[in-house]
């Protein structure tokens, strides 16, 4: 079966890529600039299709079993490429954490379904990571009404791509899921303060992807999705919604960032499920690189799909199971007393 990546030339394309050979996987290279795409399949003997317009990307989409959706930021990539997978009979799978486009690939299971291929958005590190605490909470007690996460990640560079889809969340202030509706106020209000593996930090509700992914794969219908920082509360609540602000200017480029130094890294996710007795379950998911483990999770999404896998639109746990993230080596998930300690 024949798969591709559309934006095989950017920072997580490359890095999907390498993994794809590294697994004997032989992908399609897909993009719009020629130039960047010969330089890599000449390096790799890989395939590869300019897809510069909706003619083009119909017609390469047509010839494939699957399609990766690695070009963000999302809302722009993510409808003409979903279109062009449900006409042509592809699957599709995304890396997307941008809450719009993730509810609008939710949104198609019947499409998807009636092409008889599945889709599942937003099988990167933040949002398969997430799930995955958030269904072991969730496991652990049945009976909650609310469940948060929370995104700790630690990572070595970034592209422009993934810098402009932050900005895209920024620009759309705070938000969580209260009884199945989305309830937006300022970025930075409501922050909490929770104890972490690397001490304690802020939690800042965003409107990511994760919203529409732990309730899809939970059926609970209050969800919080937060960023964690070093800074003090008070400080991000003054802060942030200036960032915000600035953020929908289009003030703030998008930058790729500087990969650090080699070292060893460490990301983590939270999630801590209450039910309407105040009860609450913990979990702690520990894994290395986050732009690593999108690789290896993407890899192996598409060596589930390729397999098998039922039509419809679904999210990575729901598709994939509770323990999907678990397939990335070096993630380990653990269980949390009432007072934080590891339950062996």
Request: hydrophobic share 50%.
């Amino acid at each position: 079966m024949t798969w591709g990546i559309y934006g095989a030339t950017g920072f997580s394309g490359r890095l999907i890529t390498a993994e794809a050979l590294a697994r004997g996987q032989r992908p399609v290279l897909l993009g719009r600039s020629v130039g960047a795409l010969r330089q890599i399949a000449e390096s790799t003997g890989l395939r590869f299709e300019v897809v510069g317009d909706p003619v083009a990307l119909a017609t390469a989409v047509a010839g494939l079993d699957l399609v990766v959706n690695a070009a963000g930021p999302f809302d722009q990539t993510v409808r003409p490429v979903v279109g062009a997978c449900i006409e042509g009979g592809s699957s599709y799978l995304d890396i997307s954490n941008e809450l719009d486009s993730v509810q609008f690939v939710l949104g198609q299971h019947e499409r998807f379904t009636s092409s008889g291929v599945i889709a599942v958005p937003a099988v990167g590190f933040g949002t398969v990571a997430t799930e995955a605490v958030a269904l072991r909470v969730a496991t652990a007690l049945p009976s909650a009404v609310a469940i948060e996460v929370a995104l700790l990640a630690d990572n070595a560079g970034g592209g422009k791509g993934t810098s402009a889809s932050v900005l895209a969340v920024l620009a759309h202030g705070g938000a969580r899921v209260v009884g199945g509706s989305l309830v937006r106020a300022p970025l930075g209000r409501g922050i909490a303060r929770v104890r972490t593996p690397v001490g304690r930090r802020s939690l800042v509700a965003i409107p990511t992807g994760d919203l529409a992914t732990v309730r899809a794969a939970t059926g609970v219908d209050s969800i919080t999705a937060a960023a964690a920082f070093a800074v003090p509360a008070w400080l991000l609540a003054a802060g942030l919604p200036g960032v915000s602000a600035l953020a929908r200017s289009g003030l703030l480029p998008a930058r790729a960032a500087r990969g650090a130094k080699s070292r060893e890294y460490h990301s983590y996710t939270w999630a801590r499920a209450t039910d309407a007795a105040g009860r609450t379950a913990t979990a702690w998911l520990a894994t290395g690189e986050g732009y690593a483990f999108t690789a290896s999770s993407v890899v192996s999404a598409v060596e589930v799909v390729l397999a098998g896998a039922k039509p419809g639109a679904y999210s990575s746990g729901a598709a994939f199971g509770a323990d999907f993230a678990l397939r990335v080596p070096g993630t380990t998930i653990d269980a949390l007393d009432k007072h934080g300690s590891v339950i062996s």
